[in-house]
């Protein structure tokens, strides 16, 4: 079946470090990727997308690829900053037609120190 | 202006109680749904609607009954509330269904069983 799995947390960082988060997916046919981020006490927002093999979506200096080979959509930050201190989501669309909904992995929480 | 707004954002109640969130998008989306996360961040789909049409329904007790007036507002009611109802409970929407399209989510509704 479908699935996502994502590197567990919490992730601590200090601020200006690199940052992955993993995240790899099971699917058949021609899944979507995505990443939310939900900041505390507020609902999740989308924070970027691909939607076929080789894609790179970017957004707030966040970048992930989807790796068809590897099947992964690992999350980077160049730069953390503190205000990047949140829960990220990776989520993958796939299924056909009234099948077809959005998996979430079970989110990884960063804490980005000063 | 908020796009996706819940009401009420607290709930505090005894156990064996009825309550109802409500839910309501000012996007102009079509499809609308009910989640539940629990304290450890894990997130799970409860209910979607679609042009008022109910498509996913999980395995939720049936003591949580959705209810969608227009497209525009979906609306949660949970009878005889049990200690394991205690969450966040998110709607959100998006423009059709199965997750190709980004969802927007509201802030949340927090519920507390006591």
């Known amino acids: 079946g479908n699935s996502v799995t994502q590197m567990e947390g919490p992730v601590t960082l200090s601020e200006e470090a690199f940052l992955t988060i993993n995240c790899t997916y099971t699917a058949t046919g021609y899944p979507s990727l995505f990443w939310y981020v939900q900041y505390p006490g507020e609902g999740l927002q989308l924070l970027l997308k691909?939607?076929?093999a080789d894609d790179k979506g970017s957004n707030k200096g966040f970048e992930a690829t989807y790796r068809k080979e590897t099947t992964s959509f690992h999350l980077e930050k160049g730069s953390v900053q503190v205000s990047d201190s949140a829960v990220y989501f990776c989520?993958?669309?796939?299924?056909?037609?009234?099948?077809?909904?959005?998996?979430w992995g079970l989110g990884t929480s960063l804490a980005v120190n000063p | 202006d908020t796009a996706v707004s819940q009401t009420p954002k607290y709930l505090v109640t005894q156990m064996g109680n009825d309550k109802s969130i409500k839910c309501e998008q000012n996007?102009?989306?079509?499809?609308m749904y009910w989640y539940k996360q629990d304290s450890k961040k894990f997130l799970k789909i409860m209910f979607s609607y679609n042009n008022k049409e109910l498509i996913i329904n999980e395995t939720v007790p049936n003591r949580f009954s959705p209810k969608s007036p227009d497209k525009a507002h979906l609306n949660l009611h949970i009878n005889s509330l049990e200690l394991g109802d205690s969450a966040v409970y998110f709607c959100a929407s998006s423009q059709g269904t199965g997750g190709r399209q980004p969802q927007h989510f509201g802030d949340g509704t927090r519920l507390s069983i006591l």
């Open positions: 996007l102009g989306h079509d499809t």
């Open positions: 989520a993958l669309s796939a299924g056909a037609g009234n099948n077809r909904k959005l998996i």
């Open positions: 691909a939607t076929k």
